[in-house]
Structure formats: C-alpha cells, structure tokens
C-alpha cells in the first residue's frame, strides 16, 4: 500500500512557519505533506508551467493571477 503524500509549493516567507505546521500535521494525520518552498515568482512561473501541486501558498496577488489565467481550480482561494 502507498502512502499519500501532499505535495505543495509556498515562497520562502512562510518558510518556517509551513515547517513546523507540516510536522503537526502528520504527526495527528499520519499523512505526510512536503512543502517546497522557493521564491515567489519561482513558485508561481512553476505553477502557470503546469507543474502539479495539491496546495500552493503564494501572496493573494500571485494566488489572483494564477486563478485568472485557470492554473489554479476556481474558487479554492482560501
């Protein structure tokens, strides 16, 4: 049986704190999340090139434009 593993990308201002929720998280779930974090306009040019991720945590902004041009499924802003 293969475990899943939630896959996400965030910019690296929510660095530490993704960290930290990302082992609190497992250790209640039992479901491993990785969270690669890298520079913002990284994060989002690797999201318009179609790359997947279950979760992508960026500035609003960058969240809006990525929603607009359809990268990211509607209305899962939150």
């Known amino acids: 049986m293969t475990q899943t ?5 965030s910019s690296m ?3 530490q704190v993704l960290a930290d929720l990302v ?5 209640q779930s039992g479901t491993q999340a990785a969270i690669e974090s890298v520079g913002g306009v990284d994060a989002a040019k690797r999201v318009a090139a179609g790359e997947a991720f279950d979760v ?4 609003s902004d960058a969240i809006d434009k990525l929603l607009a ?3 990211l499924v509607p209305g899962s802003k939150v």
């Open 5 to 9: 593993v939630i896959r996400g990308i």
């Open 13 to 15: 201002a929510t660095r």
């Open 23 to 27: 082992a609190g998280f497992a250790q």
């Open 56 to 59: 992508v945590i960026l500035a």
């Open 69 to 71: 041009t359809g990268h």
